[in-house]
């Protein structure tokens, strides 16, 4: 099993098989995601408060969903990469966090709009919508702290470090955020007190929350890819390729 | 290396931390006028009408408290990293984690303790109720070692390099955001005379969280950025 690891975790034969193996991911993606898409657009029916307003979930919650997952995934590829110095696993968190600020930012956007119809403004500063926020800064800050290191291998660790400790802090922000907000008076947005949700508006969005994965998974290893090319632009292996 | 040795380098370098500082004790100054200062600029930015003062005086004390925090980081490693002490320190047999938790507890000393006595000061400035002063006080000396906690990892970080001050605060503060809640709301709710304990109890648990596991990251972030 660890020669396989070894093996895995080697730059040219990454590079192949990611190569091989991002259509199947990218296609998969496609379908899926094409698939629920009319399940959320056309078969899903509307809600009886919000219309067809609530349709943006099947973009948002999925957004939601890839942002927190993307994060620690990043984090455990840091943590690899760091314990067992396996250069492919930071190459593959430097990867996943513009990937992942993408989502979050997808998420927040999404989420504004629909807030715009259904509770009248662009922003409140609901629970979810502001723990994603800080979590938009955590990924801007790891992005920020790789981009001013130089060196490589030192950006590769450090920036390790702050994925980790910021996945220690992901679970305490999100509960004191909503800790704070359910203690604040004043106007409280209680609109997702809805009635729990039917299954023909469940399903789609389960099955886009697949194709978005599988999507982060395409992207990942394109991404990953480009990311070996620069690190290896040193190595021999690399003259077959290019 | 045992238990007393441990005790006794973690004291011998909070005193040696001091004594430095001392010797330049005007530079411990600048993140407490900062701080007063900050708390001087709302009044002046939003009303000067005393009961809204007293209503926004808990965020503008946090707010102030963690921004000077963040100020005084400055001073935290990096002329130990410039003079080459700090690689003492990686190559001394003391743990590194133990030796980093003595230099934040001298930091905490020098710039959150100072701070946590003067924010009555200010607090009465923006119409705090006295009530209120106890849990304010009591949520800052909770909240200070932390913020100085996470500000240590992030200096860590950021020590070697030439951009660090506003990477700094891009790492610390999204961090630091819950430490910012709870003490504001402990504060908030002494406030409005609901009882504090809650959320002073939260501080309490996130400072020992903190104590415990930041230390180790300090350490690893040190000798990466010595490296």
Known sequence: MWK???????????????GNIYPWFGWAALIVIVASSYGG???????????????????HVPSAWMS????????????????????????????????????????????????KPMWGTWWVWDAR?????ILLFLYL?????????????????????LALVG???????????????????????????????TVEMLLPMLTMMLGFTLYFFALLLMSVRGEVLQRERHSKWINEYV | MSRAGWTGAFVSQVRLDLRVAFRRWGQMLNPLMFFLMVTTLFPLAVSPELSLLRDISPGVLWVAALLSSLL???????????????????????????????????????SGLPL???????????????????????????????????GAIGTALTVGLRRGGALLSLLVLPLAMPVLIFGARATDMALTSIDPRGALYLLAAMLMLALTLAPFAMAAAIRISLD
């Open chain 1, 4 to 18: 396989f690891f070894h093996q895995f975790a080697s730059p040219p034969h990454f590079y192949r098989l990611a």
């Open chain 1, 41 to 59: 657009l056309v078969w899903a029916p509307p809600d009886y408060q919000q219309g067809d307003g609530f349709r943006i979930i099947y973009v």
């Open chain 1, 68 to 115: 927190m997952f993307i994060y620690v995934y990043m984090a455990i590829s840091a943590g690899i990469g760091l314990i067992w110095r396996i250069k492919l696993a930071h190459a593959m968190a430097a990867a996943s966090a513009p990937l992942g600020a993408s989502f979050t930012f997808l998420a927040l956007v999404t989420g504004s709009i629909w807030g």
């Open chain 1, 129 to 133: 919508l502001t723990s994603e926020l």
């Open chain 1, 141 to 161: 800050g790891y992005m920020a702290l790789r981009s001013s290191i130089e060196d490589t291998n030192r950006a590769d660790r450090a920036s390790a470090v």
């Open chain 1, 167 to 197: 996945v220690v802090n992901v679970p305490i922000i999100h509960y004191s955020v909503e800790w704070w907000h359910t203690l604040h008076q004043g106007p409280t947005v209680t609109k997702f007190a809805a009635p729990s949700i």
């Open chain 2, 72 to 110: 005084a980081l400055n001073v935290l490693f990096h002329s130990d990293v410039d003079d080459g002490s700090m690689e003492l320190l990686v190559l001394s047999p003391q743990p590194l984690a133990l030796l980093l938790l003595a230099k934040t507890a001298a930091h905490w000393l020098i």
């Open chain 2, 116 to 150: 946590v006595a003067i924010s009555p000061l200010a607090a009465v400035g923006l119409n705090m109720p006295y009530d209120a002063l106890g849990a304010l006080m009591l949520s800052l000396l909770l909240g200070t070692p932390i913020l100085s906690l996470i």
